[in-house]
T-cell receptor, first 117, second 109 residues
Framework: GAVVSQHPSWVICKSGTSVKIECRSL??????MFWYRQFPKQSLMLMAT?????????EQGVEKDKFLINHASLTLSTLTVTSAHPEDSSFYIC?????????????FGPGTRLTVL | AQRVTQPEKLLSVFKGAPVELKCNYS??????LFWYVQYSRQRLQLLLR??SRESIKGFTADLNKGETSFHLKKPFAQEEDSAMYYC???????????FGKGTKLSVIP
């Protein structure tokens, strides 16, 4: 099936720094990618929908100036956590929409563990 | 707004026993329902979707519009079924998924 990768798989940074997370669809083109946040033992919360070549659509309560999303190509979306603080520590997961057996399906990345000290 | 409810955080069953993971949803339109599974230290992956009406790894799920439910069932649980299971809903015409909080299934040998 289609594969989505994320880089890095984990990152530790100091408070106040910015961190960029990449999400790539390896063997398919994804016009739409999604960014989720998952707290320990909780569900995935959709942060934003990213469409290639256009501005991301953020969910209510997600600060677009803090979580910058760039979807520059059909295979790459990036999430930049700006001026990170300890409360931003979380597991960030991306997904990309592609075709599987003729049906649209969301394929998920392995996630990125962000720890802000 | 749409909502997906999984009432059980944790479900423990013995190997060979039947399993039912509950999922209820609220949505005014015609939804598409999914079950996703996340095995230990692995990424989230699609288990099944209601429009396919198929059985995957022995699991089935039937959409009951009257009860607004999409419960996941398996007649005989296996140890390898131990994982987190998430029910999700997709609105018609959208790619967005709304997830339930998940149920951790633990199959006891």
């Amino acid at each position: 099936g289609a594969v989505v990768s994320q880089h890095p798989s984990w990152v530790i940074c100091k408070s106040g720094t910015s961190v960029k997370i990449e999400c790539r669809s390896l063997d398919f083109q994804a016009t739409t990618m999604f960014w989720y946040r998952q707290f320990p033992k909780q569900s995935l919360m959709l942060m934003a929908t990213s469409n290639e070549g256009s501005k991301a659509t953020y969910e209510q309560g997600v600060e677009k100036d803090k979580f910058l999303i760039n979807h520059a190509s059909l295979t790459l979306s990036t999430l930049t956590v700006t001026s990170a603080h300890p409360e931003d520590s979380s597991f960030y997961i991306c997904s990309a929409t592609g075709l599987a057996g003729g049906i649209d399906e969301q394929f998920f990345g392995p996630g990125t563990r962000l720890t802000v000290l | 707004a749409q909502r997906v409810t999984q009432p059980e955080k944790l479900l423990s069953v013995f190997k060979g026993a039947p399993v039912e993971l509950k999922c209820n949803y609220s949505y005014s339109g015609s939804p598409e329902l999914f079950w996703y599974v996340q095995y230990s230290r692995q990424r989230l992956q699609l288990l099944l979707r209601h429009i396919s009406r198929e059985s995957i790894k022995g699991f089935t799920a039937d959409l009951n519009k009257g009860e607004t439910s999409f419960h996941l069932k398996k007649p005989f649980a296996q140890e390898e079924d131990s994982a987190m299971y998430y029910c999700a809903l997709k609105e018609a015409g959208s790619y967005q998924l709304t997830f339930g909080k998940g149920t951790k299934l633990s199959v006891i040998p």
